[in-house]
């Protein structure tokens, strides 16, 4: 069940008021929601500006190395200076080394009682058990609409983002910012070679995934046996070595969101539930994927292998589903 973030966050603000040395570990969603959910929660608990009283062991959850956490008995020595509380913050604590898992136990065995501990992990399996015993956890699904305001969300007019909204907590929190540059993006392309400009200039700019993941939607549908070495040229001057693994996900993600919708549409009578409208006219024209074509899609996404050939053996195998 989804819950809104104001309603959560209250909830975690009692808690972190009565408690002492307050402990406690969330599973809330993206680094996008970690951050969100974190300005909301100090703005209700703090009464003054506490930026300086927070440190995070990591933000993009990166790896937590030992001398990350040895520098929070040095943040924790004195007492806060403009808030109640010091907020010690993690986005993943379980990216946290065997050595820094070992000082961190040291440290919140009797922290002062001024210390409040945020530790997110979406890998809740992952934290050891002498972490979990000392914390409380809580995992919460947020409601996406209860991210964005009613102004903004009278303002989508377009029913991809509309449905990207509902269906994505980050993207809420995202468009919420940036409704503008995402409708840009994903009304960028007008046929083939525009769609393909959008898609590379995502990729430069640090467009997020869900976002791009739109455009790798429209690039399939728009590809063509022709366009097949032309658009795999392209994606392989702009990736390097770091983001090809992102755009091969990014399209075989694509190819099953699509997949699914081509044999809705063609297969049952839930079509009409179908929240990619604009793209029903192209289904029409495309032939249902095999049993085997999903088979091996699977196979790909989750082997490593070759991710130029297994590119550009997607891209060939979605133009033939084409009937012109």
């Known amino acids: 069940m989804r819950e809104e973030i104001s309603k959560f966050t209250n909830r975690v603000a009692k808690l ?27 703005e209700l ?41 010091k907020y010690v913050v993690a986005s993943e604590i379980s990216s946290a080394t065997p050595e820094a898992i070992s000082a961190l136990l040291k440290i919140t065995e009797e922290p002062p ?18 972490i979990r015993s000392r914390f409380t956890i809580l995992f919460v699904k947020f409601d996406p609409l209860s991210l964005i305001s009613k102004d903004v969300l009278e303002k989508i007019k377009d029913p991809m983002i509309e449905a990207l909204v509902k269906d994505s907590p980050d993207a809420a929190v995202y468009v919420e910012k940036h409704l503008k540059e995402v409708e840009e993006t994903v009304s960028g392309g007008k046929d083939f070679a525009s769609i ?12 997020p995934d869900f976002v791009l993941s739109i455009v790798a939607e429209q690039l399939l549908l728009a590809i063509g046996k022709k366009e097949i070495p032309y658009v795999f040229q392209k994606l392989r001057y702009v990736a ?7 755009v091969s996900k990014l399209f075989f993600n694509a190819a099953f969101v699509l997949v699914e919708d081509i044999i809705t549409l063609k297969k049952t009578a839930y ?51 084409k009937r012109k």
Do not use: C
Not at 113 to 130: E, G, Q
């Open 240 to 246: 390097d070595s770091k983001s090809l693994s992102r």
């Open 16 to 42: 972190v008021g009565s408690q002492s040395a307050a402990r406690l570990i969330l599973k809330v969603g993206g680094n996008l929601i970690k951050k969100r959910f974190l300005t909301l929660l100090l």
């Open 113 to 130: 009682k001024y210390a409040v501990f945020i530790f997110f992990t979406n890998f809740p399996s992952r934290v050891i058990s002498t």
């Open 196 to 207: 393909l400009e959008v898609f590379l200039n995502g990729l430069k700019n640090g467009v």
């Open 271 to 321: 079509w009409k539930g179908i929240k990619r409208k604009p793209y029903i006219p192209k289904y029409l024209e495309m032939n249902v994927p095999t049993r085997e074509f999903i088979d091996w899609m699977f196979e790909v996404y989750d082997a490593n292998v070759n991710q130029d050939l297994s590119l550009f053996l997607l891209f060939s195998r979605f133009a033939l589903f």
């Open 45 to 85: 608990v703090e009464e003054k500006n506490s930026s300086f009283d927070q440190t995070w062991l990591n933000r993009d959850e990166e790896t937590i190395n030992v001398g990350d956490v040895r520098n929070l008995e040095e943040f924790l020595r004195y007492p806060p200076s403009f808030a109640k509380h």
